[in-house]
């Protein structure tokens, strides 16, 4: 009987399916299937994103950071090493660090977007949030595919997931590498929340826009290119900021040196209707590194004068009034020292480019003269040359040195003695309004429109208080001194210059030479360049290990 009951219960079991129930299902643990499920994990995973940018920018080898900057451009050349950059020929090869490193970042991005977009697609999360965290990741593979094609050209579009092993990429051109960048933004454009609805550090519409705007200049669609940055330029909640505002309002400085403050840039916090994207540092949090900019400032505590046949020091230290500890790695160029400015500029304020300061080592006979003003040390290879404060910020007071007491240590003339950091904490600007009015311009010039690309680089001009230009002045060049003045230190200038051509032209111009700490003239960037130096070379490991497929360089280089 109970054989019977066992063959009736077996006829109603469904047939075993083997390779169901050995397939593993992991339910404690993180694996590939289960770890973009909730509408946190994808906005932890669109957070990592936002991570990798910021590492790219802020954090990752001097090297291949400081290329992006501006160093080896008409910016800026590298005074800690003169085979750093200043060699082109020797320094950007498709085996050197900066470009192999940046080459990786960028396809993380990418690569980090499109994990999101293929995972996203079934997910179980509410419509509005889907589009949310789908036109974030759409912004930043457009960012990165953006960078690609304007320091390498044409690189392999990679739009899916890559779940094995690839070794057959080939080149799309560049015009298609700035296409699908451009289809990226105008669909991140129509699924974004506008930027009064998003936090400090998310992607709002209107940073989408801005970018959108780069990207139709780059594909010659001027017309488009100006509808995407006045759609920027005429929402009420981007204005400039025209009145002074935020943290230090109580200080000597204009509205100019506020943007720059410590705590000044996010919409949110600090009320800057200026500020389109920012990536976000939380000091003393988890995350990627600070803003370190002081690379571009001299190495003062360093510079040692000779007067009256006594060799000191001509500081006691590093102070918070001189914007801490900097390197002297980057050295501007006498071009964007000495030949862009015009009188009455603020942005040329002795409060933002400090170009004299006080000997205040007692030990000097020369304690309280002025360096340059007295002829002490006009300007010394990497150790003085005037101080950038818009890159400095504000230094902690957990930084300032204290004595026994516990009562800060001060300078003869009052400025805080800190320790060892060259690190500025705040937050930094990635797209601002005034660079948006930059963009358009640049579109009015594009269609023959001088005067009204005239009336926007007024509208940056008159907040500066700088004087008012004329149609027959403007042109590209014009353009670009004006995105220096504005923007230094904010735009990756490598790549505004590689995407217009102009890298060449430029440092051939403004970077040729440079003097050396013994006062002799060296050769820089613009001594070694090659018209094939507009364009990056594809990284040689990326070529090697394609072994599937051919993946072209650009003309000019050898592997």
Not at 4 to 16: E, K, N, R, Y
Not at 47 to 73: C, E, I, K
Not at 227 to 251: E, H, W
Not at 463 to 476: G, K, T
Request: glycine share 6%.
């Amino acid at each position: 009987m109970m054989a019977i009951v066992w063959t009736i219960a077996l006829a109603f079991l469904p047939s075993c399916d083997e390779n169901a129930f050995l397939e593993e299902k992991p339910l404690s643990i993180y694996a590939a299937e289960n770890s973009l499920v909730t509408l946190q994990d994808f906005q932890m995973a669109v957070n990592q994103a936002h991570y990798y940018v910021r590492v790219m920018l802020f954090s990752m080898n001097n090297d291949a950071r400081m290329g992006l900057w501006g160093p080896g451009t008409d910016f800026a050349f590298v005074a800690c090493d003169v085979n750093k950059l200043n060699t082109w020929k020797a320094t950007i090869v498709p085996n050197s660090v900066q470009t192999e490193t940046v080459w990786q970042y960028l396809y993380v991005i990418v690569n980090q977007s499109n994990l999101i977009l293929t995972r996203i697609k079934n997910a179980d999360i509410a419509e509005a949030d889907k589009n949310k965290l789908r036109g974030q990741a759409l912004f930043l593979r457009a960012y990165g595919y953006r960078i690609l094609a304007n320091l390498y050209g044409g690189v392999p579009l990679i739009l899916e997931e890559i779940t094995a092993p690839r070794r057959d990429f080939v080149r799309a051109s560049r015009e298609e590498t700035y296409t699908q960048a451009k289809n990226d933004l105008i669909e991140a454009v129509s699924i974004l929340p506008d930027i009064e609805s998003v936090r400090d550090g998310e992607i709002a519409k209107q940073a989408a826009q801005h970018l959108l705007s780069e990207i139709y200049i780059s594909l010659g669609e001027y017309t488009n290119a100006i509808a995407a940055a006045s759609a920027v330029i005429n929402y009420p909640a981007c204005k400039l900021m025209k009145t002074r505002f935020g943290s230090k309002i109580d200080q000597r400085g204009d509205v100019c040196s506020d943007l720059h403050r410590q705590n000044n840039q996010n919409r949110i916090s600090a009320g800057n209707t200026e500020a389109l994207w920012v990536s976000q540092y939380e000091y003393k949090g988890v995350g990627p590194g600070s803003t370190e900019f002081n690379y571009f400032n001299p190495y003062y505590s360093g510079l040692t004068i000779t007067v009256d046949g006594v060799t000191t020091t001509a500081f006691v230290g590093n102070t918070a009034e001189k914007g801490g500890r900097s390197t002297g790695w980057s050295q501007p160029t006498n071009y964007f020292f000495d030949e862009i400015w015009e009188e009455g500029d603020l942005r040329n304020a002795d409060y933002i480019i400090v170009r004299d300061v006080q000997i205040d080592n007692p030990q000097s006979p020369a304690f309280g003269k002025w360096l340059v003003k007295d002829g002490i040390a006009p300007r010394i290879y990497r150790n003085w040359y005037p101080l950038l404060m818009k890159i400095s910020g504000d230094v902690s007071t957990d930084f300032y040195r204290t004595d026994a007491q516990g009562n800060y240590m001060m300078t003869a003339f009052g400025e805080h003695l800190i320790n060892n950091t060259n690190l500025t904490f705040r937050d930094s600007y990635m797209f601002r309004l005034a660079e948006t009015y930059l963009l358009r311009a640049e579109a009015h010039l594009g269609n023959n429109d001088l005067n009204a690309a005239a009336a926007d680089i007024n509208e940056i001009r008159a907040r500066a208080q700088a004087p008012l230009i004329n149609a027959s002045q403007v042109d590209i060049d014009y353009i670009l001194d004006e995105r220096l003045r504005e923007l230094y230190t904010e735009e990756l200038r490598m790549c505004t210059l590689c995407r217009l051509g102009k890298f060449v032209d430029r440092v051939r111009r403004y970077n040729k030479t440079y003097e050396g700490a013994n006062g002799e003239q060296l050769e820089s960037t613009g001594t070694s360049v090659e018209d094939y130096h507009n364009l990056w070379p594809i990284p040689f490991s990326q070529i090697d290990r394609n072994v599937d497929a051919v993946l072209e360089q650009n003309p000019g280089y050898t592997n």
